[in-house]
């Protein structure tokens, strides 16, 4: 037997390995706890709920035994039971399931129907049960199911806590440690094994580092939103010509959103003028409201603003701007089961 379950030499195992089914030999064994401290030191070395599984799976372990060694005496000798013991436990198991499991032909043992078609169900559970010791030790390898993930302030604020949220429902289990910094700051954080993964906002056209795998998880459409006073106020679609000498609140140059909307005018050889240039972006929101400019945002960082109708936002009839969220991490790196499950859900969820 393996180490979960008491063994020969255990003072509890007479109440085990007894004539009477394996319940028994606990019930028995929990009415002497008083007083009886072999068996208390037992009890603490094996939780009562690991002890109460280990009685079904080993009913089902004598099961699958009988019918692959064909002899209920073989099966006791490779279990380290007694013979009175593994029969308690098919007594047990015909009377759960309610139908007899196996015929006496003279000294030969064989399957009745029923206990055919148990075989399978039999193989399955203890064949899942096995799996899953392997995937908690992962777990416990990994530590305990810990993630680090950076991500930059897009969907940072706007996108990640939804992802987590959903992928927690799912795992309850797993924590996650959160960094937020620039998208330039997470992927170098990301080479150096600091983190898990990232998930940054980046444009098509962003130079990818040769070491990092990179996937688009999701994309965030740009819009353009104006005050309600806006002459172009009350329209869904305009076109970028109708855009000409517009004023905008933009962040400061390096950031992908200002690349963006500076490439948009520049292949329609569109001018605009810089009003103003904030880097926050509530702020930004702030005077787009206060009839102050215009500025262009990711709809997931107005949405609530939208849905308010603090102002009005415009889409460009020449083409849709879209903001990629990006899943990156190493290449050359063997994830864990938890890093590995909490990618796959991000990928399938696109």
């Not at 950076?150 to 996650?176: C, D, I, M, W």
Request: a neutral charge; aromatic letters at 10%.
């Amino acid at each position: 037997m393996g180490s979960g379950f008491p063994q020969r030499t255990d003072p509890a195992y007479r109440h085990f390995s007894a004539g009477a089914s394996i319940t028994q030999g606990f019930q028995k064994a929990s009415r002497r706890l008083i007083g009886w401290k072999p068996f208390l030191s037992v009890l603490q070395e094996y939780e009562i709920s690991y002890i109460f599984l280990y009685m079904d799976l080993i009913k089902l372990k004598s099961f699958l035994a009988i019918t692959e060694l064909g002899s209920f005496s073989r099966a006791a000798e490779v279990l380290y039971f007694s013979q009175p013991a593994i029969s308690a436990h098919i007594k047990e198991l015909e009377y759960e399931y309610d139908t007899k499991l196996f015929n006496r032909i003279g000294r030969k043992i064989e399957l009745t129907k029923s206990g055919e078609a148990l075989v399978y169900y039999v193989e399955s559970i203890l064949d899942t049960f096995e799996e899953s010791k392997k995937a908690i030790n992962s777990l416990k390898e990994a530590g305990l199911g810990e993630l680090s993930i950076g991500t930059s302030s897009l969907p940072g604020a706007h996108l990640v806590p939804e992802y987590l949220s959903r992928y927690k429902l799912q795992n309850p289990e797993v924590t996650f440690n959160v960094t937020i910094s620039k998208a330039v700051d997470i992927r170098e954080m990301v080479l150096k094994n600091k983190l898990d993964i990232g998930i940054i906002g980046s444009q098509d056209a962003e130079y990818k580092d040769i070491r990092l795998e990179e996937k688009i998880i999701d994309r965030d459409e740009m819009v353009l939103a104006i005050p309600n006073t806006h002459v172009l106020s009350g329209k869904e679609k305009v076109s970028i010509f109708d855009l000409k000498n517009l004023e905008l609140i933009v962040s400061f140059k390096n950031t992908l959103s200002r690349q963006a909307i500076n490439k948009l005018f520049l292949k329609y050889d569109v001018p605009y003028t810089i009003k103003h240039e904030i880097n926050d972006k509530a702020m930004r929101i702030a005077m787009v409201q206060n009839g102050l400019g215009c500025a262009f945002f990711t709809y997931s960082e107005i949405k609530r603003e939208v849905n308010s109708k603090w102002f009005s936002i415009l889409r460009i009839e020449e083409e849709t701007l879209y903001r990629n969220i990006v899943l990156i991490h190493l290449k050359e790196i063997s994830m864990s089961p938890t890093v590995k499950s909490f990618c796959n859900f991000l990928i399938k969820a696109e």
